[in-house]
């Protein structure tokens, strides 16, 4: 059965009741014998009159089924000396910690199970129990959460459960987005089982992260966030939750994994732990072994609903500074650098003369953002920003959002084969379309981006009427009033147009088509079809394996493809 990745729904799951029958037989040392009549003292191993070995597979018949002379038997073997191993002082023998019962007495005050409730439109039967036999005494638990009466229409309240923390005394808790997603009611119901009516304060969906309000009359126990940066692969973690609405309960394990993207959202840095986590489990919270939350437990890969081992949480490196903001402003306000970027392949690293792949190459700047001033431009490799290496793609996105507002800093591009350091200030991304096509608009190598406004190549001096040319399967053309007819070219896009690609090109494996616009090779504004063919031929002549082509759709969106030379 295919695995898949699972939000811990708050849906109450089907408890299945294993039996187990059947015991092994317990191991008990065998009677000791009544002595034996003394003999006379066997003669050394290997020597005539040796003592019999034991009867087996390749000792021989056993007693009653006939015998040799003693003489004609082979000598046992000399027995191996027994070693008593014991690890030396300070040898690595991984060890769990001897016990957590202390630990977890101090934190399952803390953790609090979300109850919520929703109405909704009923046309029929809702949700059946599962069959269960006469008398099951889950019976009741089951009629609790499903619609086991057949239904007859209109509107039904629907019951589910999660968890959550308590960060503050003053009543802040902690849970997962998808937990009070569309609530009507939301209920914290306390380890002692008092329950209080919550309040949402604000919620993030692009990092499943909510924020919960509720009035004590007397200060709550709260837990305090830790440093998720300092975990490492092998750390011991203790997740606490209410699976399957059962209550609270504690499970052990370890971080197996750091930095997880399971294409949950535009920021995954998931760490995955073998802790068990199941569903109900959501929005409670991952302790490292000081007792500090260092992550809150999102998902699950599983093929059953159930834990295999295999649970993700956000990481509070993201999520602390998410929850601070929900509860300042009520809302996220995350930097915004706007640029749509997508990943270097190792093509595109070999044409721009990169030792390796790595960066954030951007295929556009958002007109009117915040580098919409030529700080930094399409073709441009973002290596590194406010300090930190950007290694991948994804690390640009998640670096920016977890800026301030309005803050200065240094970022590094690799352009025309030389690093610079341009200075950005920082926008905001809003909750609109248009923002979010900046860090999160991403596409791979060969696939088209939606298209901003703004996008666009620069100026063209003037149209050049030319011939057609050919080169790496692409059939180019001027593109002049009737290629921008013919293919519905903006009047903005300016290049040289595509006007055929044969199938089984170079050009053609990387996603080409009639209708793109050249507008760059080898980052060298190109006005005409000789000047494409003549450059990459150059790039031929110089030895490169690839030409790096700045391509434009119809619309005027920008992506990069190295296309092979050879």
């Not at 953790?111 to 005494?137: F, K, L, R």
């Not at 190598?445 to 030319?466: C, L």
């Not at 053309?477 to 290049?495: H, K, S, T, W, Y």
């Not at 088509?513 to 079809?529: L, N």
Request: without cysteine; hydrophobic residues 40%; negative net charge.
């Amino acid at each position: 059965m295919a695995q898949s990745v699972l939000t811990l729904k708050r849906s109450v799951a089907v408890l299945a009741i294993l039996a187990v029958t059947g015991a092994a037989a317990a191991q008990t040392p065998a009677p000791q014998a009544s002595p034996a009549p003394s003999v006379p003292a066997a003669p050394a191993p290997g020597a005539p009159g040796g003592n019999e070995p034991p009867a087996g597979p390749d000792r021989g018949p056993s007693a009653g089924e006939g015998t040799q002379p003693e003489a004609m038997l082979p000598a046992p073997p000399t027995a191996a000396p027994t070693v008593n191993i014991q690890p030396s002082p300070g040898a690595g023998l991984a060890t769990g910690p001897g016990s957590v019962a202390d630990l977890a007495e101090g934190l399952l005050d803390a953790v609090v199970n979300i109850s919520t409730s929703q109405s909704v439109e009923s046309n029929g039967a809702g949700p059946q129990p599962p069959q269960t036999p006469d008398g099951s005494p889950f019976e009741e638990f089951f009629d609790e959460f499903f619609d086991g009466e057949g239904g007859e229409g209109g509107s039904q309240k629907v019951n589910s459960l999660g968890s959550g923390f308590v960060i503050d005394p003053a009543g802040f808790v902690v849970t997962n987005n998808h937990v009070i997603e569309d609530a009507d009611d939301i209920e914290v119901v306390f380890p002692d089982g008092s329950k209080l009516k919550a309040t949402l304060v604000g919620t993030d969906p692009k990092t499943d992260l909510s924020v919960l309000k509720v009035e004590p009359k007397t200060p709550l126990k709260a837990v305090r966030f830790g440093d998720s940066r300092q975990m490492r692969i092998g750390d011991w973690v203790m997740a606490i939750g209410n699976p399957f609405g059962l209550g609270g309960s504690v499970t052990l394990g370890i971080i197996s994994a750091r930095g997880r993207n399971i294409n949950a959202g535009p920021y995954d840095n998931f760490i995955q732990t073998d802790a068990a986590i199941n569903k109900g489990n959501s929005g409670g919270p991952l302790f490292n072994m000081k007792g500090e939350v260092i992550g809150i437990n999102t998902a699950i890969i599983s093929p059953s609903g159930g834990s295999i081992g295999i649970g993700f949480a956000v990481p509070t490196e993201l999520a602390q500074n998410i929850v601070n903001q929900l509860i300042e402003f009520g809302e996220t306000r995350r930097g915004w650098l706007g640029v749509r970027i997508q990943p270097v392949s190792n093509e595109v690293a070999e044409s721009l003369g990169m030792g390796s792949a790595r960066g954030a190459l951007v295929s556009g700047v958002v007109k009117g953002g915040p580098v919409d001033d030529g700080s930094i431009r399409a073709g441009d490799v973002i290596l590194s920003f406010d300090g930190n290496p950007v290694t991948e793609m994804r690390d640009l996105p998640r670096a920016v959002a977890e800026s301030p507002v309005g803050k200065e800093v240094d970022v590094v591009v690799l352009r025309d084969g030389k690093e610079e350091t341009v200075k950005v200030t920082l926008g905001r991304l809003e909750d609109s379309p248009e923002d979010q096509a900046a860090e999160e608009n991403v596409a791979p190598e060969g696939e088209e981006p939606a298209p901003e406004d703004g996008d666009q190549g620069e100026e063209q001096n003037g149209e050049t009427e030319q011939a057609t040319e050919v080169t790496l399967g692409m059939t180019i053309a001027p593109l002049d009033d009737e290629q921008r007819a013919a293919f519905n070219i903006a009047e903005d896009v300016e290049g040289v147009a595509i006007t055929a690609v044969e199938a089984g090109s170079a050009a053609a494996e990387k996603g080409l088509k009639p209708g793109d616009v050249i507008v760059e090779v080898a980052q060298d504004f190109v006005d005409s079809p000789k000047a494409v063919k003549d450059r990459i031929d150059a790039l031929k002549s110089e030895g490169r394996r690839n030409a790096h082509l700045m391509i434009a759709d119809p619309t005027g969106a920008l992506r990069f493809v190295a296309v092979p030379v050879e």
